[in-house]
């Protein structure tokens, strides 16, 4: 039995299997061979189990994903079976090569001459290519490939990272937690596994390693910790308590159809965050109160164009109509820093976080910014949208985009289109310049909504992505508390709303704090909405507002945590 | 046995089109060349005839030598034509 301690992303408890996505060793030695025959024999039997292995995944491909995803698959049967690429393999090994070195070669010749050619689709050709030699080469070396599509019981998913391109393959239907090396609370890992609602453990340093697949394992999202190969007893008292666990849940549901009211009356919105149309359905069957951060990016990532304005007319249509009238605030393009888009052809920044991405971007390459402003406001007449600007620092900024979103909306009256008339403007309050100018920005702006991942790092100066300094990723810095409690003041002075679309705003800890500065609108993860209204509905905010003065006066994180913990959740 | 056609799909012989060729051509034990702007490669490769690049619009020539080269070259004419890859010329 094994313990490995990590970061928690949700307070859950699971129990399964290691599925471990770890790019396997392949690495082999050039040697010569002295029986020819017998290495072709080893090639070709190695390249019949490549073709069970494509045909069984072109089969589950098309029962899964469809036609079209499984296209692929056919291509890359008929790349094995290309009579060229076999001669070319089987004349290296005639040269007395083996048949690893043999295949490799060709394989880096192939895709060589593929990238080189000028035209994007003949590019990717390269991918294919390397990726039926990948096969191939893992037979030959008697080494099993991780499948990601063939996934088919009940899993935790084992990883040094999880790339985007990874989470798109899975079927996330089997996947019952997450296990990765690296990646803090705000990584691609952890959000994915708070929309999807399952226990995750990021920043492990190691567990890749030491998991091996198939080995059973149990996530403790309350303690933060993967146990592997537990013994019986222990998977015993974790089902135990994991069926404690359901039973809360079961106690939650009655507040879906709950308003968000404080113990004294005072109503705020708990609202979702989703990435794409799907996670529409969670945000409903949670009861929440709207949609407070469409991160429209999603939309963008894993393939190999701009999505057309009529994909993403139909993307915002299906989100504001499923919502129902319901409140729905969509930020827009928030590409660059952690979140690239290769077809884009960026150039690296040594400091993306500090660089040309979000709003910079868009105001800089206003074909992609106007497209996107075009179907949010052709979409804008099947709900109630709201629509947001990120990583502000200037008012010039506010201002630019502003009027770039109501010239689109103009062409399109002008063209005879339906826009709504009620769409309010808003924008992200991220940056320490935009909240410390707050007041500026709410005269103009008709809300404002604050991103605490970004404004937490920005503030303290520390790149969330980097662990080492994972200790000053610190919501509860009397600096970042006060940051917010200007913003909120802001924003009421000017009888305008605030919301919060950050993790913090479903942290148990800051909520009583940001209920008793007032914070209109709390957005977070489906999986924490009825939490957050069960916990809002015990609080008292005349209470709480007789103790804020006290709590902004405390003088390190560490203090807030604790005094909130031992008077507002009865906790040590 | 050789027969020429004009390709007309809008992206030339790139993907879809290449692997329907090559796939209709396998089966056969002819040997089949495919010409275009005086290179020939094997049509039953795939990465052959994608690295030929052909655009929309060009002229190829299909030549196959061995026993089936007649039903070969019967059966590629029919799925160019049934397809939409092409015409004959």
């Not at chain 1, 929309?195 to 030491?210: E, L």
């Not at chain 1, 008292?237 to 404080?262: G, M, V």
């Not at chain 2, 030339?12 to 060349?33: K, M, N, Q």
């Not at chain 2, 052959?48 to 020539?61: D, K, R």
Request: proline share 3%; net charge negative; aromatic share 6%.
């Amino acid at each position: 039995m094994l313990e490995i301690n990590g970061i928690s992303i949700s307070k859950g408890i699971t129990l399964a299997p290691a599925y471990c996505l770890a790019e396997p060793d392949l690495s082999f030695d050039k040697v010569k061979i002295t029986h020819v025959d017998s290495e072709i024999d080893r090639l070709k039997e190695a390249m019949a189990k490549t073709k069970l292995d494509l045909i069984a995944i072109r089969d589950a491909a098309m029962y899964k994903f469809g036609e079209e995803k499984a296209e692929i698959f056919s291509a890359h049967l008929l790349i094995l079976e290309d009579p060229e690429i076999f001669s070319a393999i089987e004349a290296k090994i005639n040269e007395k090569m083996n048949a690893e070195s043999a295949l490799d070669e060709v394989c880096i010749m192939y895709s060589c001459m593929f990238e080189s050619m000028d035209n994007d689709y003949m590019k990717e050709r390269a991918a294919d290519i390397r990726d039926v030699c990948k096969r191939i080469l893992a037979h030959l070396l008697h080494v099993e490939l991780p499948d990601y599509s063939r996934i088919s019981r009940e899993v935790i998913i084992v990883a040094e990272d999880l790339t985007p391109s990874m989470t798109a393959q899975l079927d996330k239907q089997f996947v019952r937690g997450f296990v990765t090396d690296i990646g803090g609370r705000t990584s691609h890992s952890a959000i994915l596994a708070r929309a999807m609602g399952i226990p995750a453990i990021v920043g492990t340093k190691n567990a890749s390693k030491n998991i091996t697949n198939g080995s059973p394992l149990i996530i403790d999202g309350l303690k933060g910790k993967v146990i592997v190969n537990a013994t019986e007893d222990v998977q015993a008292r974790y089902r135990a308590s994991s069926k404690e666990l359901e039973k809360d849940n079961e106690l939650l549901k009655k507040y879906i159809t709950l308003p968000s009211i404080s113990a004294d009356g005072h109503i705020v919105e708990i609202a979702g965050n989703i990435g794409n149309p799907n996670d529409v359905d969670a945000i409903i069957a949670n009861g929440g109160d709207g949609i407070g951060l469409f991160r429209t990016e999603f939309l963008f990532m894993d393939r190999m164009e701009l999505p057309t304005e009529e994909e993403q007319f139909d993307a915002y249509k299906t989100v504001l109509s499923k919502m129902d009238g319901k409140p729905t605030v969509v930020r827009t393009l928030d590409i660059g820093g952690d979140k690239e888009l290769p077809y884009l052809k960026l150039p690296a920044e040594i400091n993306p976080f500090l660089g040309y991405r979000a709003i910079r971007l868009c105001l800089d390459q206003q074909s992609i910014f106007r497209t996107q402003l075009r179907a949010l406001l052709r979409a804008s007449m099947y709900g109630n949208l709201k629509i947001m600007f990120p990583m502000i620092a200037t008012l010039d900024e506010f201002r630019r985009a502003k009027a770039i979103l109501l010239e689109e909306k103009q062409k399109l009256l002008d063209g005879g289109a339906l826009v709504n008339d009620q769409i309010e403007i808003g924008m992200m309050v991220e940056i320490p310049s935009a909240a410390v100018i707050a007041d500026l920005f709410a005269q103009e702006a008709d809300f404002l909504s604050i991103g605490t991942n970004d404004l937490i790092q920005y503030t303290l100066a520390a790149d969330r992505m980097n662990e080492k300094i994972s200790y000053l990723y610190q919501p509860y810095h009397p600096a970042v508390l006060r940051l917010i409690k200007m913003v909120i003041d802001a924003a009421h002075n000017h009888g305008k709303w605030v919301g919060m679309c950050g993790e913090m705003a479903g942290d148990e800890v800051a909520i009583p704090i940001l209920l008793a500065l007032g914070l209109d609108e709390f957005s977070m993860s489906s999986a924490s909405i009825l939490k957050t209204r069960g916990q809002i509905s015990k609080l008292n905010k005349d209470q709480l507002n007789d103790q804020l003065e006290h709590i902004l006066q405390l003088k390190t994180s560490i203090e807030v945590e604790l005094y909130v913990k031992k008077y507002f959740l009865n906790l040590k | 046995m050789e027969k020429s056609f004009k390709i007309t799909t809008a992206e030339g012989l790139h993907a879809r089109p290449a692997t329907i060729l090559v796939s209709s051509v396998s089966p056969f034990t002819a040997s089949v060349e495919l010409l275009y702007n005086n290179k020939s490669v094997n049509l039953k490769s795939i990465m052959g005839v994608m690295a030929q690049a052909v655009p929309a619009g060009a002229v190829v020539t299909i030549s196959a030598n061995g026993t089936d080269a007649e039903e070969l070259i019967s059966k590629v004419t029919e799925v160019i034509i049934s397809q939409g890859l092409g015409e004959e010329c």
